[in-house]
């Protein structure tokens, strides 16, 4: 969706084979991205696998390759609603296990600091609400969670649980960063939704950002594959 004019988001993937093995249900989805699409050298095979198991999970498994270096940095883009859409995600209450941000200049790019969420707006280490903090700061939040993870491991970055259904969301991931994305400018139609104010929310799984040099992005060179094993909801 950010990946240039046309990103991913608006190309046709193709269904590259479905099965099921014991409780978990498969599709793998396939796409190859061409030489300099999007401004990205080299022709770039990507494997998508979504997974649902007898556990409630959906598991998204990412997999590509290139035949000249270039910048891979894979994540999904789902909208979340525990509600139903019935009530606003401001009435959810949020735990994320991140004990700083990667802070923004005016065009939203990281500064290339880290700044700790203690004592400030930022700090969900302990499952809360959102909604007073929204409303006192007249905005919501789009901003990059380093999460406390060792590199490479599955673990929990986010809790979401929507009070009046018992709705609980635990994601996973083994990426470094999530893009914690809960605003009142979301203008949009989404299934039944008719989505108009503050009723979605979006949890991306990602690198530190590749545009700072002190944050590492995903380097990907040939004959080298990139894997983003997990990210799991459920």
């Given at each position: 969706i950010h990946g240039g004019v046309k990103g991913f988001n608006l190309q046709v993937f193709d269904v590259d084979t479905s099965y099921i093995v014991k409780d978990t249900a498969v599709?793998?989805?396939?796409?190859?991205?061409?030489?300099?699409?999007g401004?990205?050298?080299?022709?770039?095979?990507?494997?998508?696998?979504?997974?649902?198991?007898?556990?409630?999970e959906v598991i998204l498994d990412y997999e590509a390759?290139?035949?000249?270096?270039?910048?891979?940095?894979?994540?999904?883009?789902?909208?979340f609603n525990l509600a139903g859409c019935k009530e606003s995600v401001l009435n959810h209450y949020y735990?994320?296990?991140?004990?700083?941000?990667?802070?923004?200049?005016?065009?939203?790019?990281?500064?290339?600091?880290l700044?700790?969420?203690?004592?400030?707006?930022?700090?969900?280490?302990?499952?809360?609400?959102?909604?007073?903090?929204?409303?006192?700061?007249?905005k919501g939040y789009d901003i990059n969670y380093k999460l406390n993870k060792q590199p490479g491991t599955l673990a929990l970055a986010a809790k979401v649980v929507e009070p009046l259904s018992g709705r609980v969301l635990k994601a996973y991931t083994t990426e470094p960063g999530?893009?914690?994305?809960?605003?009142?400018?979301?203008?949009a139609s989404v299934s039944?939704?008719?989505?108009?104010?503050?009723?979605?929310?979006?949890?991306?799984?990602q690198p530190l950002y590749c545009c700072r040099e002190k944050?590492?992005?995903?380097?990907?060179?040939?004959?080298?594959k990139y894997y983003l094993n997990k990210i799991n909801f459920n």
């Open positions: 599709v793998v989805f396939k796409y190859l991205s061409p030489d300099l699409e401004g990205f050298p080299g022709n770039l095979n990507l494997s998508l696998a979504y997974k649902l198991t007898n556990d409630n390759s290139t035949d000249k270096p270039t910048i891979v940095n894979l994540t999904n883009h789902s909208y735990m994320i296990a991140g004990d700083s941000i990667t802070p923004v200049d005016s065009m939203g790019i990281p500064t290339g600091e700044m700790a969420v203690a004592g400030t707006e930022y700090d969900f280490r302990v499952l809360q609400s959102a909604k007073q903090r929204i409303e006192k700061r007249e999530m893009q914690f994305y809960l605003t009142g400018n979301i203008m039944k939704c008719n989505i108009s104010r503050i009723h979605l929310i979006i949890l991306n799984f944050f590492i992005g995903k380097l990907l060179y040939i004959n080298l």
